[in-house]
């Protein structure tokens, strides 16, 4: 388990190889919640070509984070609903990760993203966001229809439990923490 301070890294891989990399700060890690902070402008490695689906080799390129996100996930469960927040700290929208659980790494944390994912925003309205990223994973054989299928009935479901608001749109982060940088061996699977 990791402490509230330490910085990890938080991967999307693909067949053993990294896609993204980003550091993030940890808020707390138990065995039942997982919440993890990442500042705007926080140093990120990102895919050289433009493309959001991992096809073909592609080198990775540093960019920054565009925004301020807590990522609350519990362990298990094939997604984490990220917390959005302008730089006043005033909480924006909820954003629903549709991924397969978390697996621990030694800096971190490793996940494959489904490409599909739900945003929702303060007065419950919601929209489903990069079908047509999904729909590009699906020609080029990253995942099945039934994988697709799996995630769209993940989404439903976080939509009927309604989880929302979470308890977590009040957070501020300590104000203490620098801004996180890619830990030492992010980079080794």
Request: a negative charge.
């Amino acid at each position: 388990m990791w402490s509230s301070g330490d910085v990890v890294v938080l991967r999307e891989t693909w067949h053993g190889r990294i896609w993204k990399a980003r550091p993030w700060v940890v808020v707390e890690d138990e065995p039942e919640r997982l919440v993890l902070w990442i500042p705007r402008g926080s140093r990120t490695r990102v895919p050289e070509a433009a493309s959001a689906v991992p096809v073909g080799d592609c080198g990775l390129a540093e960019g920054m984070f565009g925004t301020r996100a807590l990522r609350v996930t519990t362990p298990g469960e094939s997604h984490s609903i990220l917390h959005f927040f302008d730089d006043s700290g005033r909480f924006e929208r909820w954003y629903v990760n549709l991924e397969p659980p978390l697996v621990r790494s030694a800096v971190g944390f490793d996940l494959i993203d489904l490409f599909l994912d739900l945003l929702v925003e303060r007065d419950g309205s919601h929209r489903w966001l990069d079908e047509d990223e999904l729909e590009q994973a699906l020609t080029a054989g990253l995942l099945t229809a039934s994988d697709a299928a799996a995630a769209r009935a993940e989404g439903e479901a976080v939509l009927a439990r309604n989880p929302f608001p979470t308890g977590w749109e009040s957070w501020q982060p300590d104000p203490h923490w620098p801004t996180p940088e890619l830990p030492e061996g992010w980079d080794r699977i």
